[in-house]
């Protein structure tokens, strides 16, 4: 008999995969690349026709050994990691280290891909092997030699020219300035006022508003009524006009389609996990893993959703077929659509896989299955079950209404109403939009009305509104900029996200991204002198032309050398002519309070503030955020308790603080918002009691009253208990999304958990 030796990337998946090829085939895993660029200087060598240097990944190593020993006794190779570039990469590794080792002297390799892990589906694949396909190998050592060029020459200009330790990466550098772009837009943001007005009325016991369209003849645009004075004038020119009621002069009924998604892409995904689960990109990316690689659901282990490293939105015709069958079966034959809905991709290669991210059995039912998954695994399989059901469903119809109102000549309110007639594939799932805001006519049903017909009137209100900037990136609206700007690729955005938030170029804060003062720093470098390299369009140019190498419609050499020779040149420029205050100051319009020299926006150890710029002769300093103009303010009957000065209200580098006025004579300094007392007795001192306060970045946590004599500490609410388990004085509340509510014991080696939701 044949003995096949079959390699993968993951334990999950050989073992799912072990049991449906059955006897004289061996699987074994790669655990992921099993050669690297060696990490050092020369790995790539442009010189030499972007030779690149590989070494064995250290931890895979023994992983490699296995693959090795059980060649030396298999008939032939069978290379089936995923189908995408980097499983091509990685099945192209494996046969380049079986050859050195001379281990496949006249034994066939063979390479076979499939998109879920099913039995058919690898059956199948068995049956139509290949090659390894070097253009795609090519597009991956393409993006590597690129990322490890840009890596290892940016990075050290930056030590040099910013601070040591910092890095920047072709396709990271890019998103980051978008997100600094967004906060600088926020920071320029001028406040608006302006006004609505609105009638509130009563027909048939249902009350309802209408919005005011048009004033004396004049249709109205956002900042007509731009103040308080002129809102009160409009409101009561209109409350004397209308009397009593208003009269319906028009009515205009319609009928509107709204159109299902289209099945998951890896970006859509991210973006509705992100918005309907609170999930990271990254947490995403694991659990869908998981679900592909298989989970045994009662009858053995078996992949439950298709690849999920895709920018198709196609489906398998036989998968189209079953669904098509269980909607007409469970939601009714009306709900099908008489022809299969077509969607178009926006990606002109969608190369990652031949189909969207779907079921491998629509009969699958989520609830079904849902004691076989962990609570994050059930969420997003059934937020995927849900999307691609929906998405062969027929259109919602929605009966829309728009109902003007005349309040006298040339005034005229409009009332927007809708009713979901016939719910379609809403019965099934509903798309959510980042940063929706509610609209006049949002799902509000309206009473019948009639052309000529008066509607008591209430009362006329006048709103006050203001202008409000862009909202800060959230991780669902960074991956679709990221996607409409071409930056990555949808396989990459997890570990782009993730890269920004480790170098602590930036953090999230109530689930929005918002730059570090070193982020600032290190994309204005980036934007002022590599311009060309984080602009968007170069970095989607250069996505495409990865593509096209992975297609074999241009080859790798040519495009590295295009890229690298005007990029080494750059390097060497700023090197010699960019000193470190030119990267690390901004200059400012202010002359220095103390010496009258110019100041300065600086990059500190603790981040950015303003300084002289005739420093160390002048040690001028304040607070970026803090104005020299704005004396601080003295709290009124209050004395400082060590020295019985006044105290004052005080700006620094983390807000405002209570500090004494005879600083710095006197350093005495307390908070504004004080701590509260959890009343629960700190269980290290025994003496104090733990306070809950907030960091510098307002994250709340607790610790002992008595700091710093007691420097004991927590991240969760602590609870007046002792552990059942070690006695330890107190127990904490913890709360998270896939555990819910938890008492724990604070003793890590203790491991005491009590989940509250269960009991």
């Known amino acids: ?60 190593s023994k992983h490699v050994e296995a693959i090795a020993k059980s060649m030396k006794s298999a008939d032939c190779l069978i290379l089936a990691t995923d189908p995408d570039r980097e499983g091509e990469a990685i099945a192209w590794s494996v046969q380049e280290l079986m050859l050195e080792r001379k281990l496949l002297k006249d034994k ?141 002069v028009a009515l205009d009924k319609k009928q509107r389609r709204r159109q299902p998604a289209a099945p998951f892409i890896t970006s859509t995904l991210q973006q509705e996990a992100a918005r309907k689960l609170g999930f990271t990109a990254k947490r995403t990316m694991m659990i869908a893993q998981q679900l592909y690689e298989g989970i ?45 809905p077509v969607y178009k991709t926006k990606s002109k290669n969608a190369q990652e896989a031949h189909e969207a991210i779907r079921p491998t059995s629509v009969l699958n039912i989520p609830d079904k299955i849902k004691q076989y998954l962990s609570a994050d695994q059930y969420k997003l399989y059934a937020l995927i079950w849900k999307r691609t059901v929906a998405s062969q469903m027929i259109h919602a119809t929605l009966d829309t209404v728009a109902v003007d109102l005349s309040a006298g000549e040339g005034n005229i309110f409009r009332a927007n109403g809708s009713v979901i007639s016939d719910p379609g594939f809403i019965a099934v799932y509903q798309e959510d939009k980042d940063d929706a805001k509610p609209q006049d006519d949002s799902e509000t049903v309206l009473p019948p009305m ?17 202008t409000e900037p862009p909202p800060r990136y959230s991780e669902a609206s960074l991956v679709k900029a990221l996607e409409e700007h071409g930056i990555g690729r949808p396989s990459t955005y997890a570990s782009i996200i993730s890269t920004l938030q480790n170098r602590e170029y930036v953090f999230l804060d109530k689930k929005r991204f918002i730059p570090t003062d070193v982020g600032r720093v290190v994309n204005r470098f980036l934007t002022r002198f590599f311009a060309t390299y984080v602009d968007y369009d170069f970095t989607a140019n250069l996505e495409d032309d990865l593509d096209a190498v992975a297609r074999a419609e241009k080859e790798w050499i040519p495009l590295l050398e295009k890229f690298w020779q005007p990029f080494k040149t750059q390097i060497a420029l700023i090197q010699e002519t960019v000193e470190r205050k030119d990267v690390t100051q901004e200059a400012m319009d202010e002359a220095c309070p103390k010496c009258a020299k110019p100041l300065s926006i600086r990059l500190g150890r603790k981040g950015r503030f303003i300084g002289c710029t005739t420093y ?129 014991c604070p003793q890590k080696e203790c491991g005491y958990t009590l989940s509250l939701d269960e009991e």
Not at 37 to 52: S, T
Not at 650 to 677: T, V, W
Not at 685 to 696: A, D, V
């Open 616 to 744: 160390p002769e002048c040690d001028y300093t304040r607070n970026l955020e803090s104005s020299s103009t704005v004396e601080p303010e003295i709290i009124e009957g209050r004395t400082c308790e060590k020295c019985g000065k006044p105290l004052l209200i005080r700006e620094g580098r983390y807000g405002k603080f209570i500090g004494c006025s005879g600083y710095p004579d006197c350093r005495y300094l307390e908070p504004i918002e004080k701590p509260s007392d959890t009343k629960v007795a700190c269980p290290k001192c025994k003496q104090g009691s733990i306070l809950q306060r907030k960091s510098r970045r307002g994250k709340v946590f607790y610790s002992c009253n008595r700091y710093p004599d007691c420097d004991y500490a927590l991240w969760d609410e602590p609870l007046a208990e002792s552990c059942p388990n070690c006695q330890w004085p107190i127990l904490t509340l913890k709360v998270s999304k896939r555990k819910g509510r938890e008492k724990i």
């Open 296 to 340: 045994d659901i009662g009858e053995g282990a078996a992949g439950l959703i298709s690849y999920m490293r895709t920018d198709s939105v196609n489906l398998a015709k036989e998968a189209v077929d079953e669904i098509r069958a269980y909607i007409a079966q469970h939601y009714g034959a009306r709900n099908v659509p008489e022809t299969q």
């Open 108 to 248: 066939p390799v063979k390479r076979v891909v499939f998109h879920e892990i099913t039995k058919i589906a690898i059956k199948e694949a068995m049956t139509h092997p290949r090659e390894v396909a070097m253009p795609m190998v090519h597009a991956q050592q393409a993006r590597r030699a690129l990322d490890y060029l840009v890596g290892f020459k940016l990075s050290p200009l930056l030590w040099q020219k910013v601070r040591r330790g910092l890095s920047a990466g072709r396709v990271q550098s890019p998103a980051l300035r978008l997100i600094v772009e967004r906060e600088e837009e926020i920071e320029r943001f001028k406040t608006e006022e302006y006004w609505t007005l609105h009638a509130h009325l009563l027909e048939a016991k249902q009350e309802f508003t209408a919005k005011l369209q048009q004033y004396q003849g004049e249709k109205l645009t956002q900042f007509s009524i731009a103040n308080e004075e002129h809102a009160t004038i409009v409101q009561d020119t209109l409350s004397k006009a209308a009397g009593d009621h208003l009269l319906v």
């Open 450 to 466: 009639t052309v000529g017909q008066k509607i008591p009137l209430e009362k006329i209100v006048g709103t006050q509104h203001f």
């Open 1 to 60: 008999m044949t003995k096949n030796l079959v390699i993968v990337e993951s334990p999950a998946k050989a073992k799912t995969i072990e049991k449906y090829l059955g006897p004289g085939n061996i699987v074994l895993a790669s655990y992921g690349h099993v050669r690297d660029l060696v990490p050092k200087e020369g790995a790539v060598d442009p010189d030499n026709g972007f030779a690149m240097r590989y070494e064995v990944v250290e931890k895979n």
